[in-house]
Nanobody, 123 residues
Framework: QVHLVESGGDLVQPGGSLRLSCAASGFSLDYYAIGWFRQAPGKEREGVSCIRSHGGNTDYADSVKGRFTISKDNAKNTVYLQMNNLKPEDSARYYC????????????????WGQGTQVTVSS
C-alpha cells in the first residue's frame, strides 16, 4: 500500500531553519516524483518544490528559491525539504505527494497525499 508520512514541522523564529521529511512506503522513489506543497489557512494549496524520479532534477516555487532545498535518500525511501531563512509567510501545513516520473505544476496529477506537518514561523 502506497503511503507518505510527513514530519519535521515545528514552531520556529523568523530566519530559522527546519528540515521536513516525507517517508515513503509501498513504492520506490526510483519511479515517482515527489512534490512538496503547502496550504495556509484561507489560502489555496500551492506547490513548493518537486524532485523527479530519475536524475534528481528539482523545481522550486519562486517564493522559496534560494532558501529551500529538496533532496532524497533512495536507500531510506525518504524525501527531505531543507528550509532556511524562514519567513512568517512560510507558515502553513506542508504536504508531500507523488506523481509518476516527472514533476508537474498540475496538482491534480499528484496522489497519495500525506497528512501534512505544521510549520509556524513566528517570533
Amino acid at each position: 500500500q502506497v503511503h507518505l508520512v510527513e514530519s519535521g514541522g515545528d514552531l520556529v523564529q523568523p530566519g530559522g531553519s527546519l528540515r521536513l521529511s516525507c517517508a515513503a512506503s509501498g513504492f520506490s522513489l526510483d519511479y515517482y516524483a515527489i512534490g512538496w506543497f503547502r496550504q495556509a489557512p484561507g489560502k489555496e494549496r500551492e506547490g513548493v518544490s518537486c524532485i523527479r524520479s530519475h536524475g534528481g532534477n528539482t523545481d522550486y516555487a519562486d517564493s522559496v528559491k534560494g532558501r529551500f532545498t529538496i533532496s532524497k535518500d533512495n536507500a531510506k525511501n525518504t524525501v527531505y525539504l531543507q528550509m532556511n531563512n524562514l519567513k512568517p509567510e512560510d507558515s502553513a501545513r506542508y504536504y508531500c505527494a507523488l506523481t509518476p516520473g516527472h514533476c508537474s505544476s498540475d496538482q491534480s496529477l499528484f496522489g497519495s497525499w500525506g497528512q501534512g506537518t505544521q510549520v509556524t514561523v513566528s517570533s
